[in-house]
């Protein structure tokens, strides 16, 4: 089996704060055969120029966009890759044998997965580690999973270029998780590295977006789950989030 290419992808906008965190991510890999795409959103902070003075970056486009997905989707259309595998700006792979730990996993299978994925850190500005996420990866993973919610992380989620689609465009705050589901049903292998593979930087989502993306995901997941196991599926949560509440005596 041949060594992979994978296409790791950054979309930006403005983003010169949080950019070289990511940049010196990639560019410490131990293992390079990558190509490194920067698609950015005609930031106006310099944001173009720090990406163009990594020598990890391979590409790097800037020209107003449709917002976050739309850039995903002209990242998905400039990539050559076997894999895709989206790194958003102050994200980053978890160490310098990232790629080559998942390489190595992938040399001992006889031919190459549809789906690769793993755990995600979760980092604060200061790049301190807060645990993984809440939500953890299942041993085998199907587009079933999802149910439970996005289970794992877009950061960690790597499909093979061939079986991602676009992104759906109808969901502004979502289409992630839209698109994941997709890529796993076309899917038909899937390779747990049992590594966390990237960091999440925590953001501190507004209350607004976070009511506009679970809003989105609810939607989502009636179309792919159906409407009476989503309902059921959600009084659970409500109830496990509730309990979980009262064991840390916050109500």
Same mark, same amino acid.
């Given at each position: 089996?041949?060594?992979?290419?994978?296409?790791?992808? %950054? #979309?930006?906008?403005?983003?010169?704060?949080?950019?070289?965190? &990511?940049?010196?991510?990639? $560019?410490?890999?131990?293992? /390079?055969?990558? $190509?490194?795409?920067?698609?950015?959103?005609?930031?106006?902070?310099?944001?173009?120029? #720090?990406?163009?003075?990594?020598?990890?970056?391979? =590409?790097? &486009? +800037?020209?107003?966009?449709?917002?976050?997905?739309?850039?995903?989707?002209?990242?998905?259309?400039?990539?050559?890759?076997?894999?895709?595998?989206?790194?958003?700006?102050?994200? %980053?792979?978890? =160490?310098?044998? %990232?790629?080559?730990?998942?390489?190595?996993?992938?040399?001992?299978?006889?031919?190459?997965?549809?789906? #690769?994925?793993?755990? /995600?850190?979760?980092?604060? $500005?200061?790049?301190?580690? !807060?645990?993984?996420?809440?939500?953890?990866?299942?041993?085998? !993973? +199907?587009?079933?999973?999802?149910?439970?919610?996005?289970?794992?992380?877009?950061?960690?989620? #790597?499909?093979?270029?061939?079986?991602?689609?676009?992104?759906?465009?109808?969901?502004?705050?979502?289409?992630?998780?839209?698109?994941?589901?997709?890529?796993?049903?076309?899917?038909?292998?899937?390779?747990?590295?049992?590594?966390?593979?990237? *960091?999440?930087? *925590?953001?501190? &989502?507004?209350? &607004?977006?976070?009511?506009?993306?679970?809003?989105?995901?609810?939607?989502?997941?009636?179309?792919?789950?159906? /409407?009476?196991? /989503?309902?059921?599926?959600?009084?659970?949560?409500?109830?496990?989030?509730?309990?979980?509440?009262?064991?840390?005596?916050?109500?």
């Amino acid at each position: 089996m041949g060594r992979p290419l994978f296409s790791i992808i %950054t #979309i930006t906008f403005n983003a010169a704060g949080t950019l070289p965190a &990511t940049l010196k991510s990639v $560019e410490r890999q131990t293992f /390079t055969d990558y $190509e490194y795409l920067i698609v950015d959103g005609a930031s106006t902070d310099g944001t173009v120029a #720090i990406a163009q003075h990594s020598a990890a970056v391979s =590409s790097v &486009t +800037s020209e107003p966009d449709k917002g976050l997905y739309d850039a995903m989707n002209k990242g998905l259309q400039k990539a050559t890759g076997d894999y895709v595998w989206f790194i958003n700006a102050g994200d %980053t792979l978890c =160490s310098s044998d %990232t790629v080559q730990s998942v390489v190595s996993r992938l040399q001992k299978r006889k031919a190459l997965p549809d789906i #690769i994925y793993g755990e /995600t850190n979760i980092v604060d $500005e200061e790049r301190r580690s !807060l645990g993984l996420r809440r939500l953890r990866a299942p041993r085998k !993973l +199907s587009w079933k999973s999802f149910r439970m919610g996005m289970l794992v992380c877009h950061q960690s989620f #790597i499909p093979k270029r061939a079986i991602a689609p676009s992104y759906d465009l109808q969901y502004r705050y979502s289409a992630d998780f839209d698109w994941c589901i997709r890529c796993m049903k076309q899917a038909r292998s899937f390779c747990n590295t049992h590594l966390t593979l990237s *960091d999440f930087l *925590d953001g501190g &989502t507004s209350t &607004t977006q976070r009511k506009a993306s679970l809003r989105e995901r609810y939607a989502i997941m009636c179309k792919y789950y159906g /409407t009476f196991v /989503t309902v059921l599926l959600h009084g659970w949560f409500a109830i496990r989030f509730y309990t979980a509440k009262c064991l840390k005596g916050r109500v």
